[in-house]
């Protein structure tokens, strides 16, 4: 049984959720590339199947004897099955809802936040020659918070890493200050990442 044949299910929020984001990027003025799109989606499909898996389980155990999984699986993408699922269960539909709209609102954000600071990320990090094209994102690298947002770690075409915190890192910047001014004036020798 591979359960990744699930994800049929998911289609028309995955579609939805893809169309908003261009939308988000396109108000914002920010492109948005394939590749990106590509690395960010796993994240929402994640969520989607994390709320979704038990209830679709669930169903097909009560036609296993009469339909094959993969024949279960087809049937999730007809119009009347998606149906009889969302009316028999409002709550995970809203919750779909809700994680689809979450993913745009962090996706968006990021990719924009990430477009702005681009030059910036690269100088202070990798060097100003560094090709910062984004491959791989993975959020979920720490508790979500403020609509489903979390700390995401990314990774570029050129193997950089980078970790991302969805919030002001203004205190962390403080906390260096700080801690270098404690090894300029002492015989300590404290390390904290790059902010």
Not at 13 to 34: G, I, M
Not at 57 to 80: G, I, N, R, T
Request: net charge neutral; proline share 3%.
């Amino acid at each position: 049984m591979d359960l990744r044949k699930l994800a049929r299910f998911y289609d028309e929020h995955t579609l939805l959720a893809e169309h908003e984001l261009r939308e988000y990027c396109l108000t914002c003025q920010v492109p948005l590339d394939k590749s990106y799109l590509h690395a960010v989606m796993p994240r929402l499909l994640y969520n989607l199947f994390g709320l979704t898996h038990k209830v679709l389980l669930a169903q097909y155990k009560c036609v296993a004897a009469s339909v094959s999984f993969d024949e279960f699986c087809d049937s999730l993408q007809q119009p009347e099955i998606r149906a009889f699922f969302f009316s028999r269960y409002p709550v995970m539909r809203r919750w779909m809802d809700v994680l689809a709209m979450q993913w745009v609102q962090q996706a968006g954000e990021l990719l924009v936040r990430f477009s702005a600071d681009k030059e910036a990320i690269g100088a202070r990090f990798f060097g100003s020659d560094a090709k910062l094209e984004i491959s791989a994102v993975q959020f979920g690298a720490g508790d979500a918070h403020c609509g489903g947002r979390s700390v995401a770690r990314l990774e570029f075409a050129n193997g950089c890493k980078l970790i991302y915190k969805p919030r002001s890192l203004r205190i962390d910047a403080h906390l260096v200050e700080l801690v270098d001014w404690i090894n300029l004036n002492s015989a300590a020798d404290l390390r904290l990442p790059a902010v």
